[in-house]
């Protein structure tokens, strides 16, 4: 299993053509309800049966925005990142919601990038391939979560918990992975927490590098 990651600089979203208003996501006119711990980042799964709230479970630093954009209320963050899985319909409400955001209408969100989960074991479709890079073109940071069936066989909260600074499992060790974070998202979450540093580090909002 691979988790395979692409670093691109985002686009600025000129040229960008905002999706209808029934296919844009709500923002939260509230602090995102249920959550017992102020996030890093949010998790907007862009359908149900993302893996997003399995994510936000196994991540510590991660929350469930519950299929809306956060309001940014009472100090909450407002990185985000979109979660979906590896179908044409879920990599297109990805779309929707990526065009919503570069189009400003997403609220204060400041999306980080977009997580693709596998939706079967195998060899991802080459429709899949092409279309995922056309929609992580809008995203940025695109990470990719492998197939992994025992996390099908339990509830969320049976899972193991990644957390900053804990180690991440050698590749060539197997991990069993209803007790073990499996090392692709011990990965994805270290790439996670660098992508928040690294845009708290950067230049403002308009600012170029010199």
Do not use: C
């Not at 979906?84 to 990599?91: M, V």
């Not at 400003?104 to 890079?133: C, K, M, Q």
């Amino acid at each position: 299993m691979n988790l395979r990651r692409r670093r691109e600089p985002a686009p600025a979203g000129i040229g960008v053509v905002a999706p209808p208003e029934s296919l844009r996501a709500p923002i939260w006119e509230r602090p995102v309800p249920g959550v017992g711990r102020a996030p890093l980042v949010w998790l907007l799964g862009v359908h149900g049966g993302s893996g997003a709230t399995t994510l936000a479970h196994v991540l510590a630093p991660a929350a469930d925005a519950r299929g809306r954009w956060p309001g940014v209320f009472e100090r909450e963050s407002p990185y985000v990142v979109l979660v979906a899985r590896e179908t044409i319909s879920g990599l297109t409400r990805a779309h929707d919601l990526l065009r919503q955001h570069h189009a400003g209408l997403a609220g204060p969100s400041l999306v980080l990038g977009l997580i693709t989960v596998a939706a079967r074991p195998g060899r991802v479709p080459p429709e899949i391939r092409r279309y995922r890079d056309v929609v992580g073109s809008l995203a940025g940071h695109v990470w990719q979560v492998p197939w992994i069936e025992e996390w099908t066989l339990v509830e969320s909260e049976a899972l193991p918990v990644w957390s900053p600074g804990d180690d991440v499992a050698p590749r060539k060790r197997r991990v069993d992975p209803l007790d073990e974070v499996p090392t692709e998202i011990g990965e994805l979450g270290t790439d996670l927490v660098a992508a928040i540093r690294a845009s708290i580090d950067g230049p403002a909002p308009g600012e170029g590098r010199s």
